[in-house]
């Protein structure tokens, strides 16, 4: 039971607190606990090699929408890349908030949430937000809220199609030439998990893209950290050799895959 003050704090009210221990007794639970991580870290990291495996759905028909620079395809909205994550943000008449505000949930869960979208082009990756607003709204509310992602505006079913009409959700999509393939899709309590680039990229169908993944065969990978960069120097030039120095050192002593949890005695880090 706890009581709200004012609508924004929460005192607990006899709250059944942990024991308080010595820095090693602390420290014994944490090595403790950190097994089971490492176990989530392990499940986490096969479903998203299951992901990698889910059969695909062709896109067959045609979607349409509002954009900052025109009317776009949903192929137009890969911009190139070979992947596509849309977000179905519920920013529109009749929603809580319209026209100041989108819906809490999308704006908390995801708007606030997402990472900087050129770590996601450097893994052929495009991501937006989708929602039935027009563009000028939706310029406004970007600009007082300090969002930067791509939004763009549903002209059609596309919503209806992808299962994302009455409630948020997330889908993935593939481009070969000018197929599309839908190739994933998380909604619910799975969207709470998104926003970080690594979130996104673990529901694709190309994944990370890096060596220590379990991929199907013919996948693109490369070795973990080499790729990454900062979000205003990706490019032509790539990451630099002192980078490459630094993931040589790195991985001496990670394989990936949730290896960087724990003590790392011995090994190189990125932050160094």
Known sequence: MVRADAGRTATPARMKTPPVVSASEWEEARRELLVKEKELTKAKDAMAAARRRMPWLAVEKEYAFDTP??????????????????????YEPGVLGWP???????????????????????????????????????????????WR???????????????????????????????????YFINERGDEALGSTFSYLDMTALGRQEEWEDSPEGYPQ???????????????????????????????????????????????????
């Open 69 to 90: 620079g025109g009317r776009m395809s949903l192929l137009d909205l890969f911009e190139g890349r070979r992947q596509l994550v849309v977000y179905r943000a519920f």
């Open 100 to 146: 100041d505000h989108a819906c809490r949930g999308c704006s908390l869960v995801t708007a606030d949430q997402v990472g900087h979208v050129a770590h996601l082009h450097a893994r052929d990756t495009s991501l937006v937000l989708a929602s039935r607003a027009p563009q000028a709204d939706i310029g406004r509310l970007k600009a007082r809220m300090g």
């Open 149 to 183: 992602m791509p939004w763009v505006t549903i002209l059609d079913d596309f919503d209806a199609d992808f299962g994302v009409d009455e409630w948020h959700g997330t889908n993935a999509f593939f481009r070969e030439g000018d197929r599309v393939y839908r190739t």
């Open 222 to 272: 490369a070795p973990a950290y080499e790729w990454w960069n900062w979000h205003d120097e990706y490019g032509d030039a790539g990451p630099g050799q002192e980078w490459m120095d630094k993931v040589a050192e790195t991985q001496g002593g990670r394989q990936g895959g949730g290896e960087a949890e724990g003590q790392g005695e011995g090994r190189g880090d990125c932050c160094h």
